[in-house]
Nanobody, 124 residues
Framework: QVQLVESGGGSVQAGGSLKLSCAVL???????VGWFHQAPGKDREGVAA???????IYADSVKDRFTISKGRPSNILTLQMNSLKPEDTGMYFC???????????????????WGQGTQVTVSS
């Protein structure tokens, strides 16, 4: 059973930084990973994703502020979040889809496995 475990959430003032990690466990073959943000009372939205070739895509709202990357070992995915804004507050979930080769998406429907989420709070 594929498992995803997030860590690294917390509270920070606007303009600060946080680094989230996602451990992708019990996988096989190629897979893609995405990070999703769910603000209070709102739908879950994709913010960043990385494919099996380490190519990345970002939502416009986080471009030039967030960076998704593979760590060491490569089943550890990180989301470096800089210049945080109060509107970045919410739960952050990582998600994975197996058999994904050279393309990925920010659509939550494109992912099959989800972590439990980690809370990020940005105060003004």
């Amino acid at each position: 059973q594929v498992q995803l475990v997030e860590s690294g959430g917390g509270s920070v003032q606007a303009g600060g930084s946080l680094k989230l990690s996602c451990a992708v466990l019990n996988t096989y073959g190629r897979y893609c990973v995405g990070w999703f943000h769910q603000a209070p009372g709102k739908d879950r939205e994709g913010v960043a994703a990385i494919d099996s070739l380490s190519r990345t895509i970002y939502a416009d709202s986080v471009k030039d502020r967030f960076t998704i990357s593979k760590g060491r070992p490569s089943n550890i995915l990180t989301l470096q979040m800089n210049s945080l804004k109060p509107e970045d507050t919410g739960m952050y979930f990582c998600a994975a889809v197996l058999g994904c080769y050279g393309s990925t998406t920010l659509d939550k429907g494109g992912f099959d496995y989800w972590g439990q989420g980690t809370q990020v709070t940005v105060s003004s």
